[in-house]
């Protein structure tokens, strides 16, 4: 409940809640200017071949991106389809879930790229930052203009700032939001004061010029330009992403703010290009970045910082973001159970050390290979676009959800696919220069989602499922049998049946058959995630006995899963209301103990050499059991590590077996030994 409202304390529109709002949101937009307008000049041939025409349909295009994707699309409707004013691409599909099974397919796809992205951002902006560095006289003359010590920086700092997460950024985070205040004032400064050259670049506020430049033969890549410009939008997505932490309202209010810094200091840029184009001493630079070329030399230390930190801070929202994208992925049951810390009591600060050793890893495989921020923009843009798409595949239904009439919704869809379609294709050029890196790592991702989702509907299509009432006459003999010795007080097992009535026949096959389990109480407990992220509340079935008790327990997707607590009480309170019976303990170290102890059983599945499956059946099941090898052990992840836990192998016997009947043979003396 805490974090609850110190959510809602953030949420509301306050001085503190824009802060918060400008550091952890505006990141991976607020850092495009880095990149965007040096990837379009170079693709076009470099600065010599850029005109005035040229530069004004490239700032209009980079104007209607962020106008139409961003404003519109993400600020003014998108953020409308908040789940209990949690945003995100799964948030949005769990509101969406119930109006089509194959939903969970964009899901499940935008996700994957999202992740993808959010390991390439770090390597890109960073990278980007640190190359103002050749740009300073003395770090040239100390180290040499060479790009090795860059990538040596750039890993020194990703390393660095991996290795703080598991540490909770909540210092860090207090002073993300000034930072990225003074950068997005940075950002205004600089490109004014090259803007005020040539004012008459606004007239790129008029649409005709982005469509002029696209059948322009100045502009040399045609259509395929906007995939350097999508760069200027690559963080959207995060808007939506980061609703639940910072609120619509602060969105509404910084929003503005931030776009009006954007498009000054890209105008400004285009106002530094067309004045610079005709300097052959600028012509002669090597890797050309706009953005540093434009800030005054007195201040192009500071400007390499700033940069540098916005950069980082970029990276630290990407990777945090990674981590609530992962944790509600799990909570969904598209994710294998990682195991999961918090380090600190505020929300949205959890820590996943395995996620957060592959992101590492990755992104420094891309600095290593890529070598240069240039190189990294070819594999940059594509997965984004695709997690861009599905968001507008869900938010169509949301629409027709929400009651919005067909031909409305439809137009709206068409409308923003197509622009999405448009960036997509135009990206896609980037594969075989280096965007088949992000398509890996989505593909990656989402077999692994595939192979998770796929192996549980196989498990739920054939597994078989009792009436627990059908058992209770043999419950309540195997409590009160004298001869056998109490196994437990409370015996608990987790059930995955959703039905208030049935649990697996395995389960009841664990109590009776394999080793029969004395107990005054039997727990049956189904764990539901609801689409309602902070949902908290159980219902009871106690059959009409004081020994047998199914649970079914309520949480939202953002809620920790931990059992141990959630039961003891349950288990209290049911006492206390006289449904199952008082367990008084004669040797306690607790004053006044209602509830005795407890053991959770906890099967463990096996594939058995009888199962009958087809061979993609038994291969998805086969792998879903490899990664479970790597994942955190179900006590764990269910906050059971201090409580008693017996785990019980069992067969998986699915589908249909077809035995082979043995033959009994006799000896052949016993055969003729009768008198």
Known sequence: ?????????????TLAGVL??????????????????????HNNGGLQSVSEDFILGTLSLVFWTLTILTTIKYVLITLKADNKGEGGIFSLFTLVRKQAKWLIIPAMIGGSALLADGMLTPAVTVTSAVEGLKLIPSFNNLFGNNQ????????????????????????????????????????????????????????????????????????KLGFFILGGIFLSSTGAEALYSDLGHVGKKNIYVTWPFVKICLLINYFGQGAWILSAKNNPAILAIKDLNPFYQMIPKSLLMFGIIISTLAAIIASQALISGSFTLVSEAIKLNLFPKLHTLYPSHSKGQLYIPSISRILWVVCIGIVLYFKSSESMEAAYGLAITVTMLMTSILLFNYLLKKKTPFILSLIIFIFFATFEFSFFIANAVKFAHGGFVAVLIAFIILSVMYIWIKSYYIKMSLLENVRISDYKEQLNNLRKDEARPKFATNLVYLTNSCSSKKVEKKIMYSILDKRPKKADVYWFVHISVTDEPYQADYTVDTFGTSYIVKVQLNLGFRVEQNLNVFLRQISTELVESGEIELQSRTYTTIKNRIVGDFRFILIQEQ???????????????????????????????FGLDTSDVYIEKVPLFLGHSNPTILTRKYPLNKRTSKV
């Open 148 to 219: 090795n010590n860059i990538i040596i920086i750039v890993i020194c700092i990703i390393s660095l700032l991996f290795f703080i997460q598991h540490l909770g950024t909540d210092f860090i985070g207090k002073l993300f939001g000034p930072i990225m205040l003074i950068w997005f004032c940075s950002l205004a400064f600089f490109g004014i004061i090259n803007l005020c050259n040539d004012f008459s670049l606004l007239r790129a506020l008029s649409p005709h010029y982005a469509i002029k430049v696209l059948f322009s033969d100045e502009n």
């Open 1 to 13: 409940m805490e974090s609850i409202n110190k959510k809602n304390n953030i949420s509301k529109l």
């Open 607 to 637: 594939l058995s050499q009888e199962s009958k499956l087809n061979f993609w059946e038994s291969t998805i099941l086969k792998l879903n059991l490899f990664i479970k090898k790597f994942t955190v052990s179900p006590s764990k992840w």
């Open 20 to 41: 918060v709002t400008l550091g952890v949101v505006y990141g991976d937009i607020g850092t495009s200017p880095l990149y965007v307008m040096r990837s379009v000049i």
